[in-house]
């Protein structure tokens, strides 16, 4: 247990329960902004796996974008008469119980494969090297991904006007 | 200038044509006055051509450029070899010169149909066709090898096509269109025949890889025969595209054409193709092939200069003295006179062109009047066309101090050479004949038409000169008639530059048993040092220099009995023409109906062809129909039987399945919510179950 | 076991992946939905993270979760924009409501 593997588990931890409490508390508001803490652990996980990068994409994206784009969601299709907005939920029981045992059997799986890992190094810095490889091995990806962004943004935009009158 | 700008140069102008035509005809339409781009593009293609040919005859006088790359790579299957196809251009010296005359005279014949076409209802239409017909001939001039020779002379066919038959709505053009066509299709076959022949040999297209075997010695099919036969062959390809006999038949019916069009196809594109053609394939031509080819041309020049002399349609006459002067070119291939024969080509592409473009100008301005007994007295009227009209005569009748002379009197000089070497004294007897005919034709057409009185006096009173731009190009082709531009001494070609320095006759690469004796070189030693240039032997040139004085001297005689009989007739009326038509009826008759060639084609040929369809379709209609009519019946029975079947089983199966799904489907359907969540709870629960099953883990 | 290795992350991805699609299986609202599939997206990343980490893959993995993050944005995007249509036109949020696949 040295200092590595205390941070692990802490954000390890703030990643699981605050998932859960995305998806089991009624107040649609509080699972959005349990969703934030998520990202965070999620963004610190990166970290302890060496991709500084991606952690940092991870804020910027999801805290910074999709989850102001969540609440705004949120916003627009309740109407706001009240603070708590609540939201029902429905085959409680079939889903609770199929999720339990798809989660034991992924997990079982996870455990239990002999998977040929070697203790990576944690690298300096990834930004470098990742951005050469987004330019080199992947430049058709990215560009495609560039046109795909340009889509969602028209997509969007077109999917959500206001009816003309 | 470097060689690789100059083949970038040909490339543009081989193009820009092309482009002309797509532009014009797709958006000629749309945007009026799109016409005057097209001869546009011809200017500027001309004046391209002009400094290739400058920097070419100039700087590269004696290398030809050549630039080809390959197009297919057909492998090296071990049979074959690897077979490569190449595409590409041979500049040479013949090559830039004719770039100058197509694009000149296709340059000078938009001009002139600016206003002669003027009002038509497919006028820009014209135009392009006009671009597509100078692209393919550009094609075939350009050219380094025998497969794109082929693609752009069946070009050349379908643009002749289309023009041909421009004004389609009348039966005749129509008629003439296909004519042209498909006369022209026997010759290729013929041409396709002689390059398989070479290709299954050679494993290649190209001219000068073809000619490097054959000068190695490597015959097709190890037997000289076979090298005479793709000479034939080949030349077939030219026969029927240079209207030569038996295949001249569609030339004189191609006059249904616009006018310009006429002197388009008769003096630089198409008939040009085929002599261009037997200039390229020279060097390969055993002596019996060039017998043949000689004898061919000689024929062609007789049978169309008599037919000429009693004809009354202004382009008709034309037409046959272009066939009879492409006789002459092609007996002049025949009895080795390479370099004449290409400068004929050239001297004439001019004065034809000037005489068509004339003779439409005529045509103009008499509404549409061909026939010369109507005209006459037009001197007046129109003098330029006149003088124009008469310096082009002057030079295809080969008078001194014009450019006819000096072509015609070199090709008759070479005739002479070629009776005394070989002692077949009836071609240069043809040859002289035809002189002095082509003379008489010539001047009966110009006395008919612009001397003495008017026939027919309302068309005359109507008669006007041609605006600027009918007549400035037939200055220009006039201006270039004159012997001036070809040599500086009026009666010896050879001292001046066409000849002398540009016009090289190439080495013959055929087997030497296989050739003339005066095509022989003088020794072993000479044949060595002056490859890429023929050394005839010494008996040639010292024949050559026997004969120029004689034959000079004789070929005049010959042109000025001609016109003198010619005024004689029609001029001052000393002797008349109806009288001796009269008298020799028959062979009036022979001549005005041409030979009875037609009639002699629609008799055997076509009535053959006829006879052979309808036992065609005799067989059709009761052997094929008649199993066609069976497996109806049959088809009909075994039908009956699997509509039966259809009926009581298929079906009963199919509405048995139906039945049994539609139940299925309305037990199945409670699972079916609608809902997506429900969905993936069973998609969750699936993929559980596929993992207890296949134990992964 | 306590020491921290590939199977700790892979567990942590497996069980954000289960509570991912445990909302999106049991919450009614469509943003609660979209939410879910933030969660299930996640995981995944973590996971492709996780094997550029401890496997011999270089920075490919991270490369791939860079991409997925970009994808989850548009989709992001597009589905708010369907929901907000689904919310014009039936006024309502409600996945299960919205059963017009039935018919």
């Not at chain 1, 802490?10 to 509080?30: E, P, Q």
């Not at chain 1, 009240?82 to 045992?101: F, K, L, N, Y």
């Not at chain 2, 009639?599 to 006879?611: M, P, S």
Request: hydrophobic share 55%; with cysteine; aromatic share 14%.
């Amino acid at each position: 247990m040295n200092l590595y593997d205390i941070i692990f588990y802490i954000f390890a931890a703030i990643t699981i329960l605050s998932a859960l409490f995305v998806v089991t508390t009624r107040n649609i508001v509080h699972s959005a902004f349990f969703l934030l803490f998520t990202f965070f652990g999620v963004a610190g996980i990166y970290v302890l796996l060496g991709a500084d990068f991606i952690a940092i994409a991870q804020i910027m994206v999801y805290v910074g974008g999709i989850l102001i784009l969540i609440l705004f969601g949120v916003m627009l299709t309740n109407k706001i008469t009240s603070v708590e907005i609540r939201t029902g939920t429905v085959q409680m029981i079939p889903a609770t119980i199929g999720v339990v045992i798809f989660m034991a059997a992924v997990i079982a799986i996870m455990v239990m494969t002999n998977w040929k890992s070697e203790p990576g190094l944690i690298p300096l810095g990834t930004t470098k090297d990742l951005g050469h490889l987004l330019i080199n091995d992947y430049v058709l990806i990215f560009e495609l991904l560039g046109i795909l962004l340009l889509i969602a943004l028209i997509g969007a935009a077109s999917i959500a006007r206001r009816e003309q009158e | 200038m470097s060689e690789s700008l100059l083949i970038n140069i040909s490339i543009v102008i081989l193009f820009l044509p092309l482009l002309g035509f797509t532009t014009v005809i797709f958006f000629g339409k749309k945007i009026p006055k799109l016409y005057m781009f097209e001869v546009a593009v011809l200017g500027l293609t001309l004046l391209l051509s002009i400094i290739v040919a400058y920097v070419k005859l100039s700087i590269y006088d004696t290398k030809d450029i050549i630039a080809a790359f390959t197009w297919i790579s057909m492998g090296n299957a071990p049979a074959l070899g690897g077979i490569n196809i190449e595409l590409g251009f041979k500049i040479d010296n013949i090559t830039v010169i004719m770039l100058f005359v197509v694009n000149l005279i296709s340059f000078l014949v938009h001009v002139f149909s600016i206003e002669y076409m003027r009002g038509d209802k497919r006028y820009t239409r014209y135009f392009a066709y006009l671009g597509i017909f100078t692209f393919s001939m550009l094609g075939i001039v350009l050219t380094h090898n025998l497969l794109m020779m082929y693609i752009f002379w069946e070009l050349v066919g379908l643009s002749s096509y289309l023009l041909i038959g421009f004004w389609y709505e009348k039966k005749s053009a129509s008629d003439a269109a296909k004519k042209a066509f498909i006369v022209n299709r026997i010759g290729d076959i013929g041409m396709f025949l002689g390059i398989l022949i070479l290709f299954t040999q050679y494993h290649t297209f190209t001219f000068d890889a073809i000619y490097e075997q054959i000068a190695a010695g490597n015959i097709p099919f190890g037997s000289n025969a076979w090298l005479t036969a793709a000479g034939i062959l080949i030349f077939m390809g030219a026969v029927g595209k240079s209207a030569q006999f038996p295949l001249h038949v569609w030339l004189p019916d191609a006059m249904e054409g616009p006018t310009p069009v006429s002197a388009l196809i008769h003096a630089a594109t198409m008939v040009a193709a085929g002599v261009y053609l037997a200039v390229r394939i020279f060097v390969m031509l055993t002596a019996d092939a060039m017998l043949v080819i000689a004898v061919v041309g000689a024929v062609t020049a007789l049978v169309a200069a008599t037919i000429a002399l009693t004809q009354n349609d202004i382009k008709k006459v034309l037409a046959y003295s272009t066939v009879s002067q492409l006789g002459y070119m092609v007996m002049s291939i025949g009895v080795g006179a390479y370099a004449f024969a290409f400068f004929h080509l050239v001297t004439h592409a001019f004065f034809k062109a000037c005489l068509f473009l004339g003779s439409g100008s005529v045509i103009h301005s008499m509404h549409h009047e061909q026939d010369i007994r109507n005209m006459g007295g037009l001197k007046k009227k129109m003098p330029i066309t006149y003088y124009t009209f008469l310096i082009s005569s002057l030079a295809i009748s080969g008078v001194p101090l014009f450019s006819g002379f000096l072509s015609k009197d070199g090709i008759l000089a070479g005739t002479l050479v070629f009776g005394k070497l070989t002692g077949h004294w009836l071609i240069p007897i043809i040859g002289f004949a035809v002189a002095g005919l082509t003379a008489f034709y010539m001047f009966r057409l110009v006395i008919m038409t612009f001397h003495g009185e008017p026939r027919d006096h309302h068309k005359y009173d109507h008669a006007h000169e041609s605006p600027f731009v009918m007549a400035a190009p037939l200055v220009v082709l006039a201006v270039l008639s004159v012997f001036i531009w070809y040599t500086p001494n009026p009666i010896n070609p050879s001292a001046g530059w066409v000849i002398g320095d540009w016009i090289k006759t190439p080495a013959q690469v055929t087997p030497l048993e296989t050739r003339y004796e005066f095509m022989k070189p003088s020794s072993e030693a000479a044949k060595a040092e002056v490859h890429g240039e023929v050394i005839h032997s010494v008996e040639y040139t010292e024949t050559m220099h026997w004969a120029h004085y004689p034959a000079m001297f004789l070929s005049l005689f010959l042109a000025g009995l001609g016109i003198l009989v010619a005024f004689l007739f029609y001029q001052w009326k000393k002797l008349n023409a109806d009288k001796l038509a009269e008298k020799l009826q028959g062979l009036y008759k022979f001549s005005l109906n041409k030979w009875f060639l037609d009639e002699l084609y629609d008799l055997t040929a076509i009535a053959g062809t006829l006879r052979f369809s309808s036992i065609l379709a005799w067989f059709d209609n009761t052997i094929v129909d008649g199993i066609v009519n069976g497996s109806a019946t049959v088809t009909r029975f075994t039908s009956r039987m699997s509509n039966w079947f259809d009926t009581y089983i298929v079906d009963g199966a199919v509405n048995f399945s139906a039945f049994l799904s539609g139940f299925v489907g309305l037990s199945f359907r409670r699972l079916q919510t609608g809902k997506v969540q429900t969905y993936i709870v069973f998609v969750v629960f699936a993929i559980i179950i596929l993992l207890m099953f296949f134990k992964p883990f | 076991m306590l020491t921290v290795g590939l199977n700790h992350f892979l567990v942590i991805s497996a069980v954000l992946f289960s509570l991912g699609i445990y909302g999106i299986v049991t919450r009614k609202n469509a943003v609660m939905v979209l939410m879910g599939i933030e969660l299930v997206l996640n995981s995944a990343n973590i996971n492709f993270v996780a094997f550029s980490h401890y496997g011999n893959f270089g920075l490919n993995g991270q490369a791939i979760a860079l991409f997925v993050i970009v994808l989850a944005a548009a989709e992001a995007a597009i589905a708010l924009a369907i929901v907000l249509n689904v919310y014009k036109t039936f006024a309502e949020v409600n996945v299960d409501e919205i059963d017009h696949l039935k018919e």
